[in-house]
C-alpha cells in the first residue's frame, strides 16, 4: 500500500524534479565508468576474430546500441500509454524524453552497421531485414518526435504522440516480420550475417558492459531531459 | 449504430458524388506516378515487368496518403466533425463508415484502375487477378492506418508533409505483402501466404483502427 502512494507522490513533476536530478547523476557516473571498462574489455581483452580482424570490435557499440534502440520504442510508448491512460503528465513527458535518445541509438546502429558492413561485407548497406528495420524504426521515431514538435499545445502533443507511439508499438513486429519475410523473398545480396556460432567469453563480457553503460546513459539524459521539460512548461 | 453509419456512409459518398474531381485527382496522381517510372528507369520490357508491381503498389501506396488530407479535413473545417463528436453514435463506428465511405471514392477506383497500369508495364495477364485481388485486400488497411494519422495531424500546421511521415513507414507491411503476392505468381508460386496474411492485417486493422482513429480525432478536437 505504501509503495503505490509512494509511485503516485513522485507522479508530481514537482516532486520528481529533484529525485529525477539525483537518479540522472549516479546514471551518468555510472554510465562513464561502464563505458570505460567496457571499451577496455572491447579494445584490450577480447581477442581478435579469427575471421573479421579486429573490424569486428565495432560490435562493442553497435549491438548494445541496436538493443537500446528497440527497447526505448517499447518504453516510450509504454509511458505513452500510462499517460494516456492515468491522465498523468509525468508519462507523458517521459515519453518525449525518451525519444531523442532513442532516435540517437537508432541512428548509431545504423551508422557503425554501415561502418562494419563496408570492410566486411564490402559495402556500406545492405537491403537486410534488421537494417531495414532499423531504418524504419527511425522514421517511427522521427515521426513520433515530429508530431509532437508540430503542435504548439502541450497536452495535446502528448496526447496525440501517446496514440502514434502504441500505434506504432503494435506496429513495429509486424514491420520487422514483414521485412525480414521480405528479405528471404529477394534473396539478391549473397551476404550472410550469421555471426561466429561460439562468442569469447570477454567478447560476451565487453558487450554486456557496454549494454549496461548505454542503459544507464538512456536513463541519465532521458531524466536530464525530463527535467528540462519540467521546466519549460511550469 | 448500423443506422448511423448508413448515414454517414451515405452522407459522405454524396458530398464526393456532388464533387466528382476531388476524388479524381488522386486516381490521376496514381496513374501520374506509375507513367513516370518507364520516363526514369527506361522503357526495357523486362525491366518494367520486373518492377511493375512495387511501382504500382508504391504509387497506390503514395496515392491513398495523398487523399488523406481530405479524411477529416472538411468536416473539421465547418464544423459537421464537432457535431459528430458530441453525437450519440460511437465515434468508433462513424470513424469507420467514414473511412469505408473515403475507401469506395479514393480506394476501390485504384483496384478498378491498376490493370490499366499494369497493361502499361507489360504485366503478364495471369497476373493480373492477384495484383487486383491484393489492391483490393491492401488499400483499406492504408485507409485505416492512414485515418489515423489525418486524424492525429488534423489542423496542424504542414500537415501534410507530417502525414507521409506519421504513415508511410506504417504502410511498410503492407507494401512488401502486396507487392510479393504478384512477385509470387509472376514466380510461378501460389500468392496464398501473402493474400492471406494481408486479409488479417485487414481484419486487425478494421477492428482497432477506428478505436485508435476516434481517439486521435478526440484529442485534436478538444
Known amino acids: ?234 | 449504430m448500423i443506422a448511423a453509419a448508413r448515414t454517414i456512409l451515405a452522407r459522405d459518398l454524396r458530398i464526393v458524388l456532388r464533387r466528382p474531381g476531388d476524388a479524381a485527382t488522386a486516381l490521376l496522381f496514381f496513374v501520374i506516378v506509375a507513367s513516370l517510372f518507364p520516363l526514369g528507369v527506361g522503357a526495357e520490357p523486362n525491366l518494367l515487368r520486373a518492377v511493375a508491381p512495387g511501382v504500382i503498389w508504391v504509387a497506390a501506396l503514395l496515392a491513398s496518403m495523398l487523399s488523406l488530407a481530405r479524411l477529416f479535413a472538411a468536416d473539421h473545417a465547418d464544423g459537421t466533425l464537432e457535431q459528430l463528436l458530441l453525437g450519440s453514435a460511437p465515434l468508433g463506428v462513424v470513424s469507420a463508415a467514414k473511412v469505408l465511405a473515403h475507401w469506395l471514392v479514393s480506394g476501390l477506383p485504384l483496384v478498378a484502375i491498376a490493370p490499366l497500369i499494369a497493361l502499361q508495364y507489360d504485366l503478364a495477364p495471369e497476373l493480373y487477378g492477384t495484383l487486383a485481388l491484393s489492391l483490393l485486400l491492401g488499400t483499406p488497411v492504408l485507409g485505416f492506418i492512414g485515418a489515423i494519422g489525418a486524424a492525429l495531424t488534423l489542423g496542424l500546421r504542414g500537415a501534410g508533409v507530417l502525414l507521409a511521415l506519421l504513415v508511410l513507414p506504417l504502410y511498410v507491411p503492407v507494401l512488401i505483402l502486396g507487392a510479393g503476392s504478384v512477385e509470387m505468381v509472376s514466380a510461378g508460386l501460389a500468392p496464398d501466404g501473402q493474400l492471406l496474411l494481408l486479409a488479417a492485417l485487414l481484419v486487425v486493422s478494421a477492428a482497432f483502427a477506428p478505436w485508435a482513429i476516434a481517439a486521435a480525432l478526440r484529442i485534436s478536437t478538444e
Open chain 1, 1 to 234: 500500500m505504501s509503495t503505490a502512494i509512494r509511485w503516485f507522490w513522485f507522479a508530481s513533476p514537482q516532486t520528481f524534479y529533484p529525485l529525477a536530478g539525483a537518479i540522472a547523476r549516479v546514471s551518468a557516473v555510472g554510465a562513464a565508468l561502464l563505458v570505460a571498462a567496457g571499451l577496455y574489455v572491447g579494445f584490450f581483452v577480447a581477442p581478435t576474430d579469427a575471421q573479421q580482424g579486429e573490424v569486428y570490435r565495432v560490435i562493442f557499440i553497435h549491438v548494445p546500441a541496436a538493443w537500446m534502440s528497440m527497447f526505448l520504442y517499447v518504453v516510450m510508448a509504454f509511458w505513452a500509454a500510462i499517460g494516456l491512460a492515468f491522465n498523468t503528465r509525468l508519462s507523458a513527458m517521459m515519453a518525449s524524453a525518451i525519444a531523442p535518445t532513442g532516435a540517437l541509438f537508432t541512428f548509431v546502429a545504423l551508422w557503425t552497421g554501415a561502418l562494419w558492413g563496408r570492410p566486411t561485407w564490402g559495402t556500406y548497406w545492405v537491403w537486410d531485414a534488421r537494417l531495414t528495420s532499423e531504418l524504419i524504426l527511425l522514421f517511427l521515431y522521427l515521426g513520433f518526435m515530429a508530431l509532437q514538435a508540430a503542435i504548439d499545445d502541450a497536452r495535446r502533443a502528448d496526447r496525440a504522440g501517446a496514440v502514434l507511439a502504441i500505434v506504432g508499438v503494435v506496429n513495429v513486429p509486424i514491420i520487422y516480420y514483414s521485412v525480414q519475410w521480405w528479405n528471404t523473398l529477394h534473396q539478391g545480396a549473397s551476404v550472410s550475417l550469421t555471426r561466429a556460432p561460439s562468442m569469447a567469453s570477454t567478447m560476451l563480457a565487453g558487450m554486456l558492459l557496454m549494454a549496461l553503460a548505454f542503459w544507464l546513459y538512456s536513463i541519465a539524459a532521458t531524466l536530464a531531459r525530463v527535467r528540462c521539460i519540467i521546466r519549460e512548461r511550469a
